[in-house]
């Protein structure tokens, strides 16, 4: 047997992996977890234990993922239509496989019998939480349901399958259906050089000359912020505000009216299936937040806070507005224009005057020296590693003791056939049993400029932000402490609480004393003056509050459309966005605004009753910071506190127990409309 995949138990042969080789891998451990599971259902009968039942699964598993984690990475990191099209033949491989095993009755029984054994009461907590969580899995797949329901879930989920991906279908159809082109630069004044490279390259793109304006998100964000001709402004809103609805230029040609509807009606039905009154409640199932009014209550609370500083701001905007502009009357298509005019005029910041003080090399190193200091870890290349690409490092981890605890693989540039942005992905989990022993491994992606000529690659301040934010999650990953896998670093980790540690990390990109330790001009050394910071730290607070309030006014909307009756119209779901816009809002859109229409994120994303999961994780990670704010940044007592309670536990125990362990209360919104400047004896 020479295929690589199937020999690397300990860290993935990159060298020698082959596109060819993912399907043949793939196949092979399926089949023989399929038959190891028969075999183990049949051999535990009616004397499942730990050890008999739990632990060869989680081998199984490992072994899985030791296929699976090289094969998704390389498709992301080295792509090529070779590789491309053995990840792609390799998914609904995995998806049968999963569904398989999640509606196995023989395996569902014996994690029942196994609850109630006389040992299940004596396992450690972390032990039977893997076996809970099992067992509500098991019940949210349906495998407990009479047949003719159980065929009604598969049923609907294939039609939400559907639907979901039409849904997406009909938003970028309707993006690319509108375009608007012209020849003269004037025609776009206002608009910065950057923007109008970017539109002539559209125009390139769609072999067309001049500039190309489109409704993909940099081409209608440079129109709505710059561009001078009020007009164009609005016909370009208008257009962007109407896609996949009744309305607008495309009226009706993809519209989702009915998709969402079905959507809506289809999940209401599913979770009445699996005995919720609704389909928040199931969503909740598996989240920190207990309730659909717990939630209501929380985004209520957060805008009555917000909202009179966002009055204000509206007020401070259109006074700007009407007295710079000579815009009397504040449209939609207006305020991003006004609102850019006004950050330029009052802060006087561009992510250029910053980006000399953040050479990509310096970040790193401020960030691990941060993290060694905080957490008494200590990282060290290896070069001795097997990589994809000369570009890429592994690190070890080691702890305070000087013992391996954990591991990275760090590609920092971005080249070609390299999926842009940044994130953390898991390379192993933590596994450690009686006859096992398998640190957690993380791959650590970002996609910075290459060095060109001696000068060396530097990062805007939102870069910064990013690497700190995936590398909170690579912590939460690689610190663990948690033996069983399914439950290790953010494995099982509650979904609207998978966001601390890494909103956590952005925390210190914002506080001087830590960037003194890293924020050095890349000339001259000199640490950013306090005049530029004091216009970073502004530009935080900049219409804060407006942000806010729109971020709570999704959240509601997409909290209270899941949580009660299924709307039977187009009517039925604006109402309910209409409702929410009353009690929160103080911004309302134009009547032919379809908002709605396109809201991936909850028709055919993974945030359906999920997408306040955004500012609830920020509640929960600004009041965590505000621990060492209080206490002492570089506090040793607090960041063991911090290393224990929260990064060490994984899924051990529920998020609101980890927090109240770290914090001594429960979480409190006052940190995050402090840090958003949203308190008194702050200017907003
Ligand atoms: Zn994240």
């Given at each position: 047997?020479?295929n ?6 300990r ?6 992996i ?5 399907v043949p ?6 089949s ?13 009968s009616d004397?499942?234990t730990?050890d ?11 072994r899985?993922?030791?296929?699976w984690?090289p094969v998704s990475h390389?498709n992301s990191?080295m792509?090529?239509?070779?590789q491309?099209d053995?990840y792609?033949a390799c998914l ?5 496989y999963?569904?398989?095993v ?11 019998r196994l609850?109630r054994?006389a ?6 907590p972390?032990?039977?939480?893997v ?12 495998v407990?349901l009479p047949?003719e329901e159980?065929a009604?879930?598969?049923?609907i989920d294939?039609r ?6 039409r849904?997406?279908e009909?938003?970028?159809d309707?993006t690319q259906?509108w375009?608007w082109q012209?020849?003269?630069p004037?025609?776009l004044?206002g608009?910065p050089?950057s923007?109008l ?12 000359g ?7 998100i ?7 912020s710059?561009a001078d ?5 609005e016909q370009?809103y208008?257009?962007f505000?109407?896609?996949a609805?009744d309305?607008?230029?495309?009226a009706g ?7 969402m509807l079905?959507i ?15 389909y928040?409640?199931r ?5 920190m ?10 985004l ?5 806070r917000?909202r009179?500083?966002?009055e204000?701001?509206l007020?401070?905007l259109s006074?700007?507005a009407a007295q ?7 449209q939609?298509?207006?305020?991003p224009y006004a609102?850019?005019?006004m950050?330029?005029?009052?802060l006087?910041l561009?992510?250029e005057?910053?980006k000399?003080?953040f050479?990509a090399?310096?970040a790193?190193?401020g ?5 060694e200091r905080?957490f ?5 290349a290896d070069?001795g ?8 490092e ?7 003791n ?6 990275f ?7 070609k056939?390299?999926?842009?942005g940044?994130w953390m992905?898991v390379?192993?989990?933590r596994f450690?049993?009686r006859?096992?022993q398998?640190?957690p491994?993380?791959f650590?992606?970002?996609?910075s ?8 690659a530097?990062?805007t ?8 934010h995936e590398?909170?999650?690579g912590?939460?990953h690689m ?6 896998p399914?439950i290790a670093g953010?494995?099982?980790?509650e979904?609207d609480a ?6 956590f990390m952005e925390?210190w990109?914002w506080e001087?004393?830590?960037l003194d330790?890293f924020?050095?001009h ?5 640490p ?5 910071f004091?216009r970073?730290v502004d530009?935080r607070h900049?219409?804060?509050?407006l942000q806010?309030?729109?971020q ?10 899941h949580?009660?009756?299924a709307?039977?119209d187009a009517?039925g779901?604006?109402?309910v966005?209409d409702?929410v816009?009353?009690e929160v809002?103080?911004?309302r859109?134009?009547d ?7 809201f991936?994120h909850i028709?055919a994303g ?5 997408y306040?999961s ?5 509640v929960?990670?600004a ?6 704010e209080?206490?002492g940044?570089?506090s040793?007592r607090?960041?063991a506190?911090?290393l224990?309670?929260?990064l ?6 529920p998020?609101a ?11 409190q919104?006052?940190?995050?409309l402090?840090h ?7 200017a907003?």
């Amino acid at each position: 047997m020479t295929n690589p995949l199937l020999l690397s138990d300990r860290l993935p042969a990159f060298r020698a992996i082959r596109p060819e080789h993912a399907v043949p891998a793939l196949d092979t451990v399926l089949s023989e977890n399929r038959a190891a599971i028969e075999r183990l259902v049949e051999q535990v009968s009616d004397t499942p234990t730990w050890d008999n039942l739990v632990l060869p699964l989680e081998h199984l598993d490992a072994r899985l993922d030791a296929v699976w984690s090289p094969v998704s990475h390389l498709n992301s990191v080295m792509n090529s239509p070779e590789q491309r099209d053995a990840y792609n033949a390799c998914l609904p491989k995995l998806s049968d496989y999963a569904s398989w095993v999640s509606q196995h009755k023989g395996l569902h029984g014996a994690f029942q019998r196994l609850s109630r054994t006389a040992e299940y009461s004596s396992l450690s907590p972390s032990r039977r939480k893997v076996i809970d969580d099992s067992l509500r899995d098991f019940h949210l797949s349906g495998v407990d349901l009479p047949d003719e329901e159980r065929a009604r879930l598969r049923a609907i989920d294939a039609r939400l399958s559907v639907l979901t991906s039409r849904f997406e279908e009909n938003v970028l159809d309707a993006t690319q259906a509108w375009t608007w082109q012209t020849d003269d630069p004037s025609e776009l004044a206002g608009l910065p050089a950057s923007d109008l490279a970017m539109l002539a390259q559209n125009a390139r793109d769609h072999d067309r000359g001049g500039y190309l304006v489109t409704l993909d998100i940099p081409s209608y964000l440079a129109v709505m912020s710059h561009a001078d001709d009020r007009t164009l402004r609005e016909q370009v809103y208008r257009a962007f505000v109407t896609r996949a609805s009744d309305l607008g230029p495309h009226a009706g040609e993809y519209d989702n009216t009915e998709v969402m509807l079905e959507i809506l009606q289809l999940r209401r039905e599913k979770a009445e299936i699996t005995g919720f009154p609704h389909y928040a409640a199931r969503s909740l199932d598996r989240k920190m937040a207990e309730s659909a009014e717990q939630v209501d209550a929380f985004l209520a609370d957060l805008a009555n806070r917000a909202r009179p500083w966002a009055e204000r701001d509206l007020a401070d905007l259109s006074a700007f507005a009407a007295q710079e502009l000579a815009l009397e009357d504040l449209q939609a298509w207006d305020l991003p224009y006004a609102s850019e005019k006004m950050r330029e005029r009052r802060l006087g910041l561009s992510q250029e005057m910053l980006k000399p003080y953040f050479p990509a090399h310096q970040a790193v190193k401020g960030l691990f020296g941060l993290v060694e200091r905080l957490f008494g870890v200590r990282f060290e290349a290896d070069p001795g590693v097997e990589v994809w690409h000369d570009d890429v490092e592994y690190y070890r981890v080691y702890d305070a003791n000087g013992s391996e605890r954990a591991g990275f693989y760090f590609d920092l540039y971005a080249r070609k056939h390299k999926r842009g942005g940044a994130w953390m992905d898991v390379c192993r989990n933590r596994f450690v049993a009686r006859d096992h022993q398998q640190i957690p491994v993380a791959f650590m992606t970002c996609n910075s400029t290459p060095p060109v000529d001696g000068k060396p690659a530097l990062f805007t301040h939102d870069e910064v932000i990013t690497l700190f934010h995936e590398f909170g999650h690579g912590l939460h990953h690689m610190l663990t402490r948690v033996d069983e896998p399914e439950i290790a670093g953010i494995n099982g980790v509650e979904w609207d609480a998978v966001e601390l540690p890494s909103q956590f990390m952005e925390n210190w990109c914002w506080e001087r004393e830590a960037l003194d330790l890293f924020a050095r001009h890349y000339e001259t050394g000199e640490p950013m003056p306090a005049d530029l910071f004091q216009r970073l730290v502004d530009s935080r607070h900049f219409h804060a509050a407006l942000q806010l309030l729109r971020q709570v006014e999704f959240s509601l909307f997409d909290m209270r459309l899941h949580a009660g009756p299924a709307p039977q119209d187009a009517t039925g779901i604006q109402a309910v966005l209409d409702a929410v816009r009353e009690e929160v809002a103080v911004i309302r859109p134009p009547d032919f605004n379809r908002f709605q229409n396109g809201f991936s994120h909850i028709f055919a994303g993974g945030y359906a009753a999920g997408y306040y999961s955004y500012k609830w994780a920020e509640v929960l990670s600004a009041d965590a910071y505000a621990r060492f704010e209080e206490e002492g940044l570089f506090s040793d007592r607090v960041g063991a506190d911090y290393l224990r309670e929260i990064l060490e536990v994984g899924a051990s125990r529920p998020a609101a127990e980890s927090f109240r362990a770290f914090r001594g209360r429960d979480p409190q919104i006052d940190a995050l409309l402090r840090h958003s400047g949203l308190t008194d004896g702050e200017a907003a």
